[in-house]
């Protein structure tokens, strides 16, 4: 399938999913609930739609700024997608403490869990990696992704890959999506999010 038509089935998925999720009240857990109302699932879908800024024909020609801005895009929405998966399973993420301590996901000022919402990727990573939540090949798009996103703080030289190898983890993204979304719980089995 087209690269094109790969964005418009993230774009798709990411709608439906903040279309249930941010209005989940009455069969949600309350605090759930509470995470994913106000969240902005919103944005998940309108960063879908940017991806296709970075998309070219051939795919190598994009400028280092527009391939660094490519992967911080994407890396927000891999961010988004473990985000919504941590805070639908929210109450038996923040009973996790031993795992959420081992990847910095714990205040332990407050002697509390750090709420999925305010993670980065890495914690968020970092997590899943610690309970086998993703599978290798997503666990392994993600830390790609951050890689090549943090070379928009940097100052020294950093690898940000190509406008191929972006392309490639787009379509990695969707099936890490496809992955999320069929391990969801639904009230409905007929209402699962499909493309």
């Known amino acids: 399938m087209g690269i094109e038509e790969v964005i418009n089935r993230i774009q798709k998925l990411n ?12 069969w949600a857990p309350i605090e759930a609930s509470g995470l994913l109302g106000q969240s902005r699932l919103d944005w998940q879908v309108s960063l879908s739609g940017t991806l296709s800024l970075w998309i070219r024909d051939p795919a190598d020609t994009l400028t280092p700024a527009e391939l660094i801005l490519a992967w911080a895009n994407l890396g927000s929405l891999i961010e988004g997608a473990i985000k919504l998966f941590l805070s639908v399973y929210y109450e038996t993420y923040k009973a996790d403490i031993e795992n959420l301590k081992k990847a910095n996901a714990f205040n332990k000022k407050k002697q509390a869990p750090l ?43 950093r690898p940000i890959g190509n406008g191929s190898e972006f392309q490639q983890s787009v379509r990695g993204y969707l099936q890490m999506l496809r992955n999320i979304i069929a391990r969801l719980p639904y009230p409905d089995d007929n209402y699962v999010p499909t493309e």
Request: aromatic content about 8%; proline content about 2%.
């Open 15 to 26: 709608a439906q999913l903040a279309k249930f999720w941010s209005a989940c009240d009455g």
């Open 115 to 157: 709420s999925p919402d305010g993670l980065g990727l890495e914690k968020l990573r970092s997590y899943c990696a610690l309970r086998n939540l993703l599978n290798k090949g997503d666990l392994a798009l993600a830390e790609l992704v951050q890689q090549r996103r943090n070379a928009i703080h940097a100052f020294q030289d």
